[in-house]
């Protein structure tokens, strides 16, 4: 269970009785989670989530904070933070910065079809929309300069046959990454994979997990969408899901022609992010009760991205 701070009780009783939400009557940890300790909380007035910041800084979370309320006042199906009665909405529990957030309905979806991957592209489109005009600041932990630090010590465990497809991703970092930069720019997700999005049939109800957001390219957010939602077994993309995503998406927002361009190095660049985190958190939690994905997976998926077939829906 991914649940790196378990709580008593009686700690929890004592934090949830400002909130005026009634008594506490269960609470159970979210195995889900890997980098933040989430539980399921219910009290006399409904179900909730408490969230234990587990990893970042502290200067990060008011961010968090403003963010999810600016989307939540667009009308997006987010959680954001619920006040105490004294106005708070950043806590501490058990040493740890902790949050109290309605619980969004829905489940998480296994295996998405088309009309799923529709839903995720309007998401996207309108939560970028909402924010596109005036990004609230905030760069990512793992970025552009993050790869190229990270991935030349990471080649160091790495098998030598896997060396040229890292050696050739970051070499297209480093001689792209202006063109990234200046690409049309909102506030991301930048972690909308299928257990972060919650559905009722076809329908999508909730996106949570916004402990990854930052500004930057909108075309980066579609690509780790297009990565985890589009992705056959073998890493190749499924052209009927990224169809369906990314016409949805361009009905809400339509592309540029830098983003067209730059549309399969991004796909490649957001590949190569999740498989160095990932290296990173197996070395990092080897032997631990967390769970820890897998980073063959993206692996696959950079591998099979060399050649990318299915083009931006970019109108001339």
Known sequence: MSVFTPLERHELETFVAPYGLGR???????????????????LEQGEYV????????MDDLPFFIELLDVLHAADLPVP?????????????LAGKPALLQPRLSGRHVQ?????????VGTLLARLHLATCKSPLPRPSDRGLEWMLEKGPELALQLPDEQLPLLREALAE?????????????ANLHADLFRDNALFDGPHLTGVIDFYNAFAGPMLYDLAIAVNDWCSKEDGSLDP??????????????PFRAAEAELWPAMLRIACLRFWLSRLIA???F?????????PEVFRRRLQARRHVQVALPFAL
Do not use: W
Request: one cysteine or more; proline letters at 2%; charged letters at 20%.
């Open 24 to 42: 506490l009557l269960d609470f159970q940890g979210i195995a889900e989670g890997s980098e933040n300790s989430n539980f399921f909380v219910t």
């Open 50 to 57: 408490l969230t234990l910041v587990e990893r970042g800084q």
């Open 80 to 92: 954001y933070a619920l006040r105490t009665g004294d106005g708070l909405a950043l806590r501490k």
């Open 111 to 119: 295996e998405p079809n088309a009309q799923h991957c529709r839903e």
């Open 173 to 185: 970092v480093a001689r792209l990454k202006s063109r990234l930069l200046a690409l049309p720019t």
């Open 240 to 253: 009927q899901l990224t169809q369906a995503m990314l016409a949805a998406y361009s009905a809400k927002r």
């Open 282 to 284: 197996a070395q990092a």
């Open 286 to 294: 080897a032997g631990q009760q967390v769970l820890i994905h897998d």
